[in-house]
């Protein structure tokens, strides 16, 4: 992709021989807009100028237009992935599928893919670790897993190994330890990724969740406390499974492209 061209940018470009097809083609691809209905703006581009999956967030969208959506998006793109479904945003869906467009139900992440052809997702290289602190972390870790699978990672996982129960731990980190990149996901008070960058010596992404109750419930004690981490991690925002694994991905390519 080139950086800030415009359409009228890359044109002249390869008519001054400054850039090649395969060039000016990828960028123009990575440009592609398209607008369905006055209601949504389709960037049909994204994996080619971002490396990574347009992703449709179906909270907050009325399950007949989340559809809509998917189905256009599946057309521009040849595949797409849905996060936070709820099961009347499955039922609209489902619906609504063509005979041609295959669907993959990932019901532990909330999410869905959609494709129009058989051949997986090409490999990119980097393994991700995923860890979370206990079960009810798992939707938000599984999020995750998805987008870091989507965007050509390997990815290990070590669940239900929090702080309550340290000696779970170790012995899990162990088939972990080569991993390129690691994403921990903690609610309550949020300490398990700290301890994980203290032991590790690669990149580590806090992941508060939203589980926990009374005061500072909900995430907010998770947040405050990686943020106050002493150990050297990153931090995204609470329950954002899609942006940890998205990081993670682009970490574990160690900036490779294509």
Known sequence: MLPNATIRDILRMYRNGEVSEDEAAGALEGLRIEVLDGMARIDAGRSVRCGMPEVVLAEGKEPEAFAEIMLAQVKAAGRCVATRLSPEHLDALRARLPPDVRMEHREAARAVILSTGDEPVPPRGGTVA?????????????????????????????????????????????????????????????TLPAIVAGLVDRPVIGVPVSTGYGYMGGGEAALASMLQSCSVLAVVNIDAGFTAGAFAAQVAHGGRRE
Do not use: Q
């Open 130 to 190: 995923i860890l979370t602190a206990g079960t009810s972390d798992i939707p938000v870790a599984e999020e995750a897993r998805l987008i870091a699978e989507e965007m050509g990672c390997e990815v290990r996982t070590a669940y239900d190994v929090g702080v309550a129960g340290i000696h779970r731990l170790f012995s899990a980190l162990k088939d972990l330890i080569p991993a390129d990149v690691f994403i921990v996901a903690a609610g309550r008070e949020g």
